[in-house]
């Protein structure tokens, strides 16, 4: 069975270093990017499977660059991934196309399991 390949979008390096070690065993990481013009010049190249995506980014933000990515990547699927919790930012990811909303300080365990539902 061919494995997810996975985009991560987020611009906190620690952060990432630390998603790469929890995705690697069951995921392909096919890139990582910090910014969200970034995102959308490396997701049509790359062709991921699940776009992982902070809410927070410079340059463009996630929701911003989530809805272009709908034309971009139309296959694509966006897991968003913030520290913010309030409903708003919630429900503007899944307008924005998110097939999950997973706040940073969930545990690995709940992270791994909105990638496999998407």
Do not use: W
Request: hydrophobic fraction near 50%; avoid cysteine.
């Amino acid at each position: 069975m061919r494995r997810a390949r996975i985009l991560l979008a987020d611009d906190h390096t620690l952060f990432v270093e630390a998603l790469q070690k929890v995705l690697e065993p069951e995921f392909e990481l096919v890139g990582q990017v910090g910014d969200g013009r970034a995102l959308l010049e490396a997701a049509p190249r790359l062709e991921p499977d699940v776009i992982l995506i902070d809410l927070s980014m410079p340059l463009l933000n996630g929701i911003d660059a989530a809805h272009q990515l709908k034309r971009l990547v139309p296959k694509s699927r966006m897991v968003f991934l913030s520290m913010h919790g309030d409903p708003t930012y919630v429900t503007e990811a899944f307008r924005a196309g998110a097939v999950a909303y997973v706040l940073k300080r969930s545990s690995a365990t709940e992270l791994l399991q909105a990638i496999r539902a998407a």
